[in-house]
């Protein structure tokens, strides 16, 4: 079955630790996408991707950085930076946008949940 | 800030109810989508409308959008216990490439 799978469920973090989230896709999508979500909240963008070896901050970038070596990967480091990390981290992915205009659907993940330690 | 944002921000009703949930946006947008998360799950997509269509319908699912009002509303139809969840609009923001900006959901809790 095609799909985003991201690991692991639960992740605890120590002070001044950095720690990796995993985000892994078969669905052969050239755009992918990091979410923090905070209790009772709505879903905020900390980096995207629109194709292998490029991705642009979105709105809450501090504090985390990506890497997109692999078409089918993702992965989200939370850096000891990052003060306030306790949050639902959600990974998407999408067909490529045409023209600038956002037209696909975003296809998610079940999600990191992160707590510090 | 925040290009969504659902009203009510949550919803109790018995099944066999419709459940109306309301999306209002600030900037001009080229379509919007509705989105359902079930709790401590990942998001689905449920529907997307283009700017220039006034309404769609999904099976029980009935959005529209008012442009002119900055607007949205999605109606879920003959409720079942199974449409519990978080409902999320999210708007393309007109010029913010493949981005979504995405509202603070609206808590939805249908009662058998």
């Known amino acids: 079955d095609g799909g985003i799978t991201q690991s692991p469920k639960y992740l605890f973090r120590k002070e001044g630790q950095n720690v990796t989230l995993s985000c892994e896709q078969n669905?052969?999508?050239?755009?992918m996408y990091w979410y923090r979500q905070d209790p009772g909240q709505g879903l905020r963008l900390i980096y995207y991707?629109?194709?292998?070896?490029?991705?642009q901050k979105g709105d809450i970038a501090e504090g985390y950085s990506v890497s997109r070596e692999k078409k089918e990967s993702f992965p989200l480091t939370v850096t000891s930076a990052q003060k306030n990390p306790t949050a639902f981290y959600l990974c998407?992915?999408?067909?490529?946008?045409?023209?600038?205009?956002?037209?696909?659907?975003?296809?998610f993940g079940d999600g990191t949940r992160l707590s510090i330690l | 800030s925040q290009q969504g944002e659902e009203d009510p921000q949550a919803l109790s009703i018995q099944e066999g109810e419709n459940a109306t949930m309301n999306c209002s946006y600030k900037?001009?947008?080229?379509?919007l989508q509705w989105y359902r998360q079930n709790s401590g799950r990942g998001l689905v997509h449920l529907i997307l409308i283009r700017s220039n269509e006034r309404e769609k319908h999904s099976g029980r699912l009935r959005v529209t959008l008012d442009t002119s009002k900055k607007s949205s509303s999605l109606l879920i139809t003959a409720s079942r216990a199974a449409d519990t969840a978080s409902y999320f609009c999210?708007?393309?923001?007109?010029?913010?490439?493949?981005?979504?900006?995405f509202g603070e959901g609206t808590q939805l809790t249908v009662n058998p």
């Open positions: 669905l052969n999508h050239d755009a």
């Open positions: 991707s629109q194709i292998v070896n490029d991705f």
């Open positions: 900037t001009s947008i080229n379509n």
């Open positions: 998407a992915s999408s067909i490529r946008s045409v023209g600038g205009v956002s037209n696909q659907p975003q296809h």
């Open positions: 999210a708007t393309d923001g007109g010029t913010s490439g493949s981005r979504l900006t």
